[in-house]
């Protein structure tokens, strides 16, 4: 069993500030990626920031110089610092993982439940 367990949504005006953490727990061997997809009402699910274990990152281009992603791996854990923070962010922010578990060859896709980001203007 592997959990990922999100904390740090919340309701921020426009050009605030918010910060997410996804914690990683369970029967894990290897964690391969780990980042952020978002989700808004009548929109598909898009993919926010990932990052690797070797720390290469990317970014979709509408959170580019606003967003930072980064890894705490000894802790399993990842962090979605979002800064200037817009209308256009609200959406429930899932954390994602790959990650290969001890008694699995194959790496497992992996989700947390989702927490609640709503920017007013």
């Known amino acids: 069993q592997v959990q990922l367990v999100e904390s740090g949504g919340g309701l921020v005006q426009s050009g605030g500030s918010l910060r997410l953490s996804c914690a990683a727990s369970g029967n894990i061997r290897r964690v391969i990626t780990m980042g952020w997809y978002r989700q808004a009402p009548g929109k598909q699910r898009e993919l926010v920031a990932s990052?690797?274990?070797?720390?290469?990152?990317d970014y979709a281009d509408s959170v580019k110089g606003r967003f930072t992603i980064s890894r705490d791996n000894a802790k399993i854990t990842v962090y979605l610092q979002m800064n200037s923070l817009e209308p256009e962010d609200t959406a429930v922010y899932y954390c994602n993982a790959l990650i290969q578990r001890r008694d699995s060859f194959l790496p497992g896709d992996y989700w947390g439940q989702g927490t609640q980001v709503t920017v007013s203007s």
């Open positions: 990052e690797t274990s070797g720390g290469s990152a």
